[in-house]
């Protein structure tokens, strides 16, 4: 499992939605909002996967 989620040189680039709750310290509902917000939902087959690069441009940017 953790082969899929490690990219190059041990930098995660998507996770699952327990992995984006750990990520965000927020529940599944705020993790799907933000993620989604994001645009950063990759769907294989019934999996779901979220890009987190995608997702701390999106907090970047409307954070003040």
Do not use: F
Not at 31 to 48: E, L, P, Q, S, Y
Not at 49 to 58: S, T
């Amino acid at each position: 499992m953790r082969k899929t989620t490690e990219g190059i040189k041990g930098q995660v680039i998507s996770v699952d939605t327990p992995e984006l709750m750990n990520m965000l310290h927020v529940g599944r509902k705020a993790a799907t909002d933000i993620g989604t917000a994001a645009n950063a939902r990759i769907t294989i087959g019934r999996r779901v996967l979220w890009n987190v690069k995608k997702i701390q441009q999106y907090l970047d940017g409307i954070s003040e």
